[in-house]
């Protein structure tokens, strides 16, 4: 029997590597950890980039092809039924995005960011897609809004996301890339609807030869190729895959889940949802060619109710969540929440509705300035607007961490102000000069939207903050369906002028200098848990 060896009998030297191979493989796991972290929270910002750069995409598709549709599809309309359509589809857009953002940022904060973000990109791609085979104006409209249900969640999801996956400092630069990721996407919308105009002879030889009919080549190739556009749409579903695969779940929804936060919403709740999704809609119908004629104060008095019956509809799951969570010993009131939603809902509604009533029918507007096709003014008018978005959005969020959020959002409201009077006021032909004032216009009205990604997250806590922000971002939109809808009625009134009518609606930003002194000022603080 061979005797246990005693402690003195134990080599110094072996005791050292002893300790040294256990501290190194606890160094090792830590790195692998961090590395690991990286990684993940690496994937997030480029899943998160992606989504909202195809989201802006497949917003721009619209603007671009919507002429070119809407003449093949309206068979014998005027300019005004062209006019009236134009802003109805929109309208449809804006309704369908603020109720996917209620209804996917309920959905992330239920079953998790990524799982939701997956299910509003598919959403969003395929049925963009869908609007490549559409025979009529009212399927155009039905397809949009269905794929904007997804655009609208997309955005809440992104965002909280990579708000919490991110440290504090890296806030604002984050921010400025998830605000520019939408107009990368108009900017790639712009330059394929430029290069297939220059292209389309052989983009229709390589059709025919992959067994095409001549039939259905001309149909995706006749007015420009729109339809050919809309389908380009359907390929951000593949995004889905990647993120799948690489992008995990938030660390911070996982301990609400943990806790049980998570189970006090409730799928029921989701009816108020679709009451006031329908309460919008009603509205949109009010004001579209569809709808019978009526006096106006009729007109007037269904669009506030059911902008009201919209509101509570919208907030409807958020108030069960917190009655609920309230009962399981919750710190934050409905008061408090429902107030900071509201307040986020009109700053938002302020820029999208200056956005939307405007600035998105700039390139409209300029092929009509234009008058020749050839000079592809609507294609360029979209890449000079968006390459001045992306600029901005970044410098926005970085402003807005320098010198807080109250003033820098008082700043672009006055500096919006100014840029479209400059737009809308000394353009009268389609030349180097409206690009440059396109250029200012679409940055300095844009950047908004790189602000918004860094102010809205600091408003919620971690348990409401997809829907939160979600409702805010997107209830916007309602108000900016209405503006769309108006801004058609203004150039009738204006004798079809739309500078006259774009610059009657830049004065909302007015409004915005004096909502957003009603909110609190998160600069240097953490976000709420």
């Known amino acids: 029997m061979q005797p246990r060896p005693l402690l003195n009998q134990i080599s110094p030297e072996s005791l050292n590597e002893n300790v040294f191979d256990k501290r190194s493989a606890a160094f090792q796991s830590s790195a692998m950890s961090s590395s690991t972290a990286k990684r993940s929270t690496t994937a997030a910002l480029v899943a998160a980039f992606l989504g909202w750069m195809f989201d802006g995409f497949e917003m721009g598709l619209f603007p671009l092809t919507g ?18 359509w134009f802003g109805v589809i929109m309208a449809m857009f804006l309704v369908g995005a603020a109720t ?19 299910l509003s990109i598919f959403t969003y791609a395929i049925f963009t897609g869908l609007c490549g085979v ?74 025919l030869a992959i067994g095409l009919s001549k039939d259905w080549v001309n149909s995706l190739l006749s007015n420009n190729g729109w339809r050919l556009l809309m389908m380009s749409g359907a390929v951000p579903a593949a995004l889905v895959f990647f993120i799948q695969l690489f992008v995990g779940e938030s660390e911070k929804w996982e301990e609400e889940k943990a806790k049980g936060s998570t189970d006090h919403w409730a799928t029921k709740d989701l009816l108020g949802v679709v009451g006031g999704c329908v309460a919008a809609l009603v509205v949109v119908w009010v004001w579209s060619p569809l709808a019978p004629k009526m006096n106006v104060a009729l007109a007037l008095l269904i669009t506030v109710v059911g902008l009201a019956m919209t509101l509570v509809g919208y907030l409807f799951p958020v108030w069960q969540y917190l009655a609920r969570a309230g009962a399981a010993g919750s710190v934050y009131t409905q008061k408090f929440i429902m107030g900071r939603m509201l307040f986020g809902a009109g700053l938002a509604g302020v820029a ?49 961490d320098w010198l807080g959020r109250r003033i820098t959002y008082s ?53 409401v903050r997809a829907t939160g922000q979600g409702f805010c971002f997107n209830f916007g939109r309602v108000i900016a369906a209405i503006g769309a809808l108006q801004t058609a009625n203004l150039m009738k009134a204006f004798d079809g002028s739309f500078a006259k009518a774009g610059s009657v609606l830049c004065f909302i930003y007015v409004l915005g200098l004096f909502i957003v002194w009603l909110g609190p000022e998160t600069k240097g603080k953490a976000l709420p848990q």
């Open 134 to 207: 559409a025979k009529s104006a009212e399927q155009v409209a039905i397809f949009r809004f269905i794929a904007s249900l997804g655009m609208g969640g997309e955005w809440s999801l992104g965002v909280a996301l990579v708000n919490e996956v991110w440290p504090g400092k890296s806030r604002a630069i984050v921010a400025g890339l998830i605000g520019a990721a939408a107009n990368v996407g108009y900017l790639l919308g712009g330059f394929l609807s430029l290069g297939l105009a220059g292209f389309l002879g052989s983009v229709e030889s390589a059709l």
């Open 100 to 118: 996917g953002g209620v209804v996917f940022g309920w959905l992330g904060d239920r079953i998790g960011r990524v799982k939701a973000m997956s």
């Open 411 to 463: 700043i672009l409201c006055i500096a919006t102000i100014g840029a479209a009077l400059l737009f809308y006021q000394t353009n009268t032909s389609y030349s180097n000069w409206f690009l440059f004032t396109g250029f200012l216009i679409g940055g300095i009205s844009a950047s908004f939207y790189g602000f918004f990604p860094l102010y809205f997250p600091e408003l919620f806590p971690t348990q």
């Open 352 to 400: 999208l509705m200056g956005t939307w009533g405007a600035v998105q029918w700039a390139p409209k507007w300029a092929e009509e300035l234009a008058g020749n096709p050839a000079l592809h003014a609507k294609d360029w008018a979209q890449i000079w607007t968006a390459t001045g978005a992306i600029i901005a959005t970044m410098l926005a969020a970085i402003v807005g």
């Open 67 to 84: 002429r070119d549709a809407l003449k093949e599809l309206l068979v014998g309309g005027t300019p005004d039924d062209l006019n009236r």
